[in-house]
Structures are given as C-alpha cells and as structure tokens.
C-alpha cells in the first residue's frame, strides 16, 4: 500500500526568508501525481502545487516549488519570500494513475509558523 | 466559476444518532470524493463517486453511506453515530473518472456526544 509520510510536524521562517518542507512516500507504482496542500486555519483545503511523476521538471507556482526526486521517493516543497499569509498546515499527498484509484493518500501534515 | 460548496458548516449530534452532509460539485466536475479529518490528522479517504455511481472505497465502515445525484452534487450519510466521528469531514470535486487535481470544499466540523 502506498504510504506518506512527513517528518517534520512543525517548521518555523521568519518572514522573506525561504523554507523547505520535506515529504517522502512509499509505491511501486511508475505513474502518480503528487500534490501539496495548504490548510489554514479556515480548514479549507487549498491546492498548492501539483506533479506528475513522468515528468522531470520539478513544478514551480510562483513562489512554491518543488524538488522531485523520483528513484529516492521524495518530493519536497520550497517556499521561498514567506509571507505572514503562508502560516498554515502543508499536507503532502499522492494519487495513483488511472480512473478506479482516484484517492488521495495525505501524510499527516507540517504546521508552518511565519515570523514577522 | 463556483467552487466546491458543503453544507451545514457545524454540526453536533449524540452517540447513536444518524448525519446527513451535502456537497455541491465545482461546475464542469463530475467526480466527488469524501475525506474524514480527525483533529491533527491528514483527511483520510472515505468514498469517491463517478456519475452517480461509487467509484472506490477507504476502509470505513457500511454505516458511512453516500449518494450521487444526477448535477453530481453528494451527500455523505453515516448511521449509528459514534465518538471517533468528530472529525472534519471535507469533500473534493474533480473532472472525470481519473480526474488529476481534487479541489476541496470548506469541509463540515462535526461533534459527536
């Protein structure tokens, strides 16, 4: 079964400066997507950046890009110029390939402090 | 454009007591899944529904039961309430069967006593 998991429950960065949440999962799989998810405190779940496993290039979102690593399963998130609207929980998430595994897989998360 | 709607926001019920929660699909999706989100958890997977039909299973009891309707909108039943289902209960939209990105709704917070 595929597995998620982020080691770092929670991380801190003073503002304008750059952070790097970590995430490594767990498949056998050769096509998936993964995802990053940030969660404020309203709770809705809000789409930060997405990859898909055949390609690459790492995604980049304006100031949110990823550094992929597919052999070592890892798919890590940077932040970079923080800002106080960044403070949040950051799930990882992974979804197999193909129509009847549609289920995202989360890990269990890392809450983002940013200091003024 | 409107985005993935749910309904109530909060809810409180007793031990026993049976929950009905609405979604409403982002326009143009077709695809509904269900996430239970316990309190410092990541959501865990419920049911997925494709053109009314479910589409995959997490590994929840029967007495969480779900619905598809024909605007693919969705509720989400769980009969026989019990403590461990306070949790945030969020709903995602998607295109197609396979659709690549869930965009979620704002999620029901729901109290059992």
């Known amino acids: 079964a595929q597995t998620v998991t982020q080691s770092q429950p929670e991380m801190s960065v003073q503002e304008a400066e750059t952070v790097t949440l970590s995430c490594t999962y767990d498949t056998s799989e050769s096509d998936y997507y993964l995802f990053w998810y940030k969660q404020p405190p309203s709770r809705q779940m809000i789409l930060v950046i997405r990859?898909?496993?055949?390609?690459?290039q790492n995604a980049t979102e304006n100031r949110f890009s990823v550094n992929f690593q597919k052999a070592a399963k890892s798919f890590s998130l940077k932040i970079s110029d923080s800002q106080l609207g960044d403070a949040a929980m950051y799930f990882c998430a992974y979804r197999a390939y193909g129509g009847s595994q549609g289920n995202l897989i989360f890990g269990k998360g890392t809450k983002l402090s940013v200091k003024p | 454009e409107t985005g993935v709607t749910q309904s109530p926001t909060h809810l409180i019920k007793t031990r026993g007591q049976q929950v009905t929660l609405r979604c409403s699909s982002q326009s143009g999706h077709n695809t509904v899944s269900w996430y239970q989100q316990a309190l410092g958890q990541g959501p865990q997977f419920i049911f997925q529904?494709?053109?009314?039909?479910?589409?995959g299973r997490g590994n929840f009891p029967p007495r969480f039961s779900g619905l598809q309707f024909p605007n693919y909108s969705s509720e989400l039943n769980v009969n026989a309430l019990e403590l461990d289902d306070s949790a945030l209960y969020l709903c995602?939209?998607?295109?197609?069967?396979?659709?690549?990105?869930?965009?979620f709704g704002p999620g029901t917070r729901l109290l059992v006593l």
């Open positions: 995602a939209s998607s295109a197609g069967q396979g659709g690549e990105t869930q965009y």
């Open positions: 529904y494709y053109r009314e039909e479910e589409n």
């Open positions: 990859q898909e496993a055949y390609k690459q």
